[in-house]
C-alpha cells in the first residue's frame, strides 16, 4: 500500500506548535492535506494554524491539549469525528526529553517520559487508528521516535524506555495494520534543530559548564533542520517506508549496531565515559 497522492486527505498532526510538528504541518498542507493540529502550546498552535492560512492551506481543527491526557484526547477525538469522519494520516510527533544518569534521574522524570512520549502516542492511536479501520479506505500510521530507539546512547535511559517503546508498538502495527492497507512509518531522527535542544532537561548537569555549552553547540552545528525532517517524513508515507531516517549518521549507526555487536559495544562504552566526565564528583559516603 502506497499513498502517492496527499492532495485532500485528512491528517491529524501532534507536537504541531514549533520544530518537526510545525514543519510537518507546513509540509503537509503544501501538499493539499487537510489538517487537524494539536499541542499543550497554545500559542504556538495559533501560529502555525494562522501560518498555514496565510500560504492557503487548510486547516480543519486546532485544540490545545496534553497527549498524555486520556480523557482529552478521547473528548477531542469524538468531536473531530463527528464532524469530519475518520482520518486518513495519523501523524504522533509531540514529545519531550529529559536525559541523565539513573542515580540523579528521579520518579518523575521516567514518569513523564512514558506518559508524553510513549503513553501519548497510544493515547492517539487508540482513538484515532481504529476508526480509520473501520473505515476501510486504507491510510497511514507515523509514530515520531528517535535515534535513541535504536541505539544505546550515553544518560537516556528514561528516554529510551519511552522511544523503544513506541518502536515496537509501530514494528507490531506495521504488519497488525497491513490488511487493512495502513501503512506505519517509524520516524528516527538524530540531531534535529528544534527548540528542544535548547529546552532538554539534562539532570545533574550544569547546562552552563563551558563543556556541556560546547557540546551543546556542537550539536546545533551537526544537527538538520526540521524542514528536512518533515519532508522525510512526507516522503516515507507516500513511498511506506516504515523506517525512516532523517541523517545517515544514524543509519550507518544503526547499520554498524547490528552488524558488529562488539565493535558497537566499544565505542557505546568509550561515549558514556566521555559524557560521565561532565558529572560533578559523587560526594562521599559518611
Known amino acids: 500500500m502506497t499513498m502517492k497522492v496527499l492532495t485532500g486527505r485528512k ?49 480543519l481543527n486546532t ?27 495519523v501523524m504522533n ?21 512514558v506518559d508524553v512520549n510513549l503513553m501519548g502516542p497510544i493515547h492517539v492511536i487508540e482513538n484515532f487508528v481504529p476508526p480509520m479501520v473501520a473505515a476501510g479506505r486504507g491510510g497511514h500510521l507515523v509514530n515520531v521516535s528517535s535515534a535513541a530507539g535504536l541505539l544505546a546512547l550515553p544518560w537516556h535511559a528514561a528516554y529510551s524506555a519511552a522511544k523503544f517503546g513506541l518502536r515496537g508498538v509501530s514494528e507490531v502495527l506495521r504488519f497488525d495494520l497491513e490488511r487493512h492497507d495502513i501503512g506505519v512509518s517509524l520516524v528516527v531522527p538524530g540531531a534535529v534543530r528544534t527548540p528542544l535542544v535548547g529546552t532538554v532537561q539534562i539532570v545533574g548537569v550544569d547546562r552552563d559548564d563551558p563543556r556541556v555549552r560546547r557540546m551543546v553547540k556542537l550539536f546545533e552545528g551537526y544537527a538538520v533542520t526540521p524542514e528536512k525532517v ?25 547499520w554498524f549496531a547490528r552488524k558488529f555487536a562488539w565493535p558497537y559495544e566499544v565505542v557505546a562504552r568509550v561515549a558514556n565515559r566521555r559524557f560521565s566526565e561532565l558529572l560533578p564528583a559523587p560526594a562521599r559516603a559518611q
Not at 504556538?44 to 494554524?49: D, F, I, K, R, V
Request: aromatic letters at 6%; one cysteine or more.
Open 93 to 113: 510527533i509531540a514529545g519531550i526529553a529529559t536525559w541523565g544518569t539513573v542515580e540523579n534521574l528521579e520518579h518523575r522524570h521516567w514518569r513523564s517520559m
Open 63 to 89: 485544540r490545545a491539549l496534553d497527549v498524555s491526557d486520556y480523557e482529552a484526547v478521547t473528548a477531542w477525538a469524538k468531536q473531530v469525528h463527528d464532524d469530519y469522519g475518520s482520518l486518513d494520516v
Open 230 to 254: 518533515a519532508d522525510r517524513i512526507i516522503a516515507g508515507i507516500e513511498r511506506n517506508r516504515f523506517l525512516v531516517h532523517t541523517s545517515p549518521d544514524i543509519r550507518i549507526g544503526y
Open 11 to 59: 491528517c491529524l498532526i501532534t507536537g504541531a506548535a514549533s520544530g518537526i510538528g510545525r514543519a510537518t504541518a507546513v509540509a503537509a498542507a503544501a501538499r493539499g492535506m487537510q489538517l487537524i493540529l494539536t499541542d499543550i502550546d497554545a500559542e504556538g498552535l495559533a501560529e502555525t494554524a494562522a501560518r498555514i492560512g496565510a500560504s492557503g492551506g487548510t486547516v
